[in-house]
């Protein structure tokens, strides 16, 4: 059963950089892409970055290039978002998701509960 949980999430001012983790179990994790994904309040989902199997390849979208970097440790099964200089609009729930191959590419087939992150002054 596919497992993925997420943590780091809080309430942040603006300026500071949390780091969110996310523990996966239930499959071969080297084996698949990861991404986060996150929803603001009373807006769609919205894609954040990904993460190839291997780690080799990251993309993030334009608003957090610069700001955010996607890691991942493949022989502890957990994928990370460092999150600098966050934003107010950086508020939303923060979900974890896995892809059905090594690349970030369609739909992702499995999502965490996700973890809130509020930025407020």
């Known amino acids: 059963q596919v497992q993925l949980v997420e943590s780091g999430g809080g309430l942040m001012q603006p300026g500071e950089s949390p780091r969110l983790s996310c523990a996966a179990s239930?499959?071969?994790?080297?084996?698949?892409?990861m991404s986060w994904v996150r929803q603001a309040p009373g807006k769609g989902l919205e894609w954040v970055s990904g993460?190839?199997?291997?780690?080799?390849?990251?993309d993030y979208i334009d608003s957090v290039k610069g700001r955010f970097t996607i890691s991942r440790d493949n022989a502890k099964n957990t994928v990370s978002l460092q999150m600098n200089s966050l934003k107010l609009e950086d508020t939303a729930l923060y979900y974890c998701t896995r892809y059905g191959s090594g690349w970030y590419h369609g739909s992702p087939l499995d999502w965490g509960q996700g973890t809130q992150v509020t930025v407020a002054s």
């Open positions: 239930g499959f071969p994790f080297s084996t698949f892409a």
């Open positions: 993460i190839s199997g291997d780690g080799m390849n990251v």
